[in-house]
């Protein structure tokens, strides 16, 4: 009995079956995490879906951006709709209601304490201890699961606040939230994100943005953290957390951590993107 945590995958269903094969996932007594970003700008998020959906209890997936920009789409604001989404083939699926609801349900963070790892999509603000972190994650968590989540995916998209607040309220504070579990990269030591910046890791320690778990003021630094969402970071073990998005999409590699000794499996991909675009 094993459990493989994998980066984001992003519609590449092949190389999922290949990374699969790879580590002799059993589906009977292993247990699969994924880091989110399932779905979008590869051919077969679709599939992908079905697959983590079919695996019940055995799966656990945390949402990433890419999810979440589905779950906007299918709930009707198909003017988010970029020209390199891959996602008409889930939208126009007989199961459609059935995956979305599915995918809805799953949580932005994961904390397994027996096995000392917490899995999320994206970053924490150096403010949030572990307890804080599952508090904020709750709160978007309850309403994603309640008959109020059109209402939060109207209210998704933007990129302030960008300072995080205990006096935050309303879609404000959901949407703060919501940008760090699934699109943090860097923020300063304040914890103000910077959203806008994607590119290559910078590890200049006089920057005043830098990468959201270098911050030595960070209040999860004894946490055990896994994320994806970075993929020119690439595979990444250090400082207590472990970035497991190594560029599938861009033909980089699918990797697993197998989180019971920390041994990392990659399979080669064939890329269904240019490295770069976005």
Not at 74 to 101: C, F, I, M, R, W
Not at 232 to 256: E, M, Q, R, S
Request: net charge neutral; proline share 4%.
């Amino acid at each position: 009995m094993s459990t493989y945590a994998i980066g984001d995958i992003q519609g590449c269903y092949r190389d999922l079956l290949r990374l699969l094969e790879a580590i002799n996932f059993d589906r009977n007594n292993d247990t699969l995490w994924c880091v989110g970003d399932l779905v979008n700008r590869g051919p077969q998020s679709l599939e992908v879906l079905r697959f983590f959906k079919k695996l019940g209890d055995k799966a656990i997936v945390t949402l990433g951006n890419h999810d979440l920009h589905l779950l906007a789409v299918g709930n009707g604001h198909t003017d988010y709709l970029k020209p390199k989404d891959t996602l008409h083939s889930v939208l126009q699926a007989p199961d459609n209601y059935e995956l979305l609801t599915w995918l809805r349900h799953c949580p932005l963070l994961h904390h397994d304490q027996s096995l000392n790892f917490t899995m999320i999509h994206a970053g924490l603000p150096p403010q949030w201890d572990l307890a804080t972190a599952q508090q904020c994650a709750r709160e978007v968590e309850t309403v994603l699961k309640s008959a109020q989540y059109p209402d939060y995916l109207a209210n998704l998209y933007g990129n302030e606040p960008k300072k995080w607040s205990d006096k935050l309220a309303g879609w404000e504070r959901l949407r703060f939230i919501t940008n760090c579990f699934t699109r943090m990269r860097y923020c300063n030591d304040e914890g103000k994100l910077a959203l806008k910046n994607k590119g290559t890791p910078r590890w200049n320690t006089k920057d005043s943005e830098q990468p959201w778990f270098l911050l030595p003021n960070r209040a999860t630094r004894s946490e055990q953290i896994i994320f994806g969402h970075w993929s020119t970071l690439g595979y990444y073990a250090k400082h207590n957390v472990y970035a497991l998005d190594t560029g599938c999409l861009w033909g980089g590699a699918l990797t697993a951590l197998r989180l019971e000794d920390q041994q990392v499996f990659s399979v080669q991909c064939t890329g269904e993107r240019i490295p770069g675009e976005d």
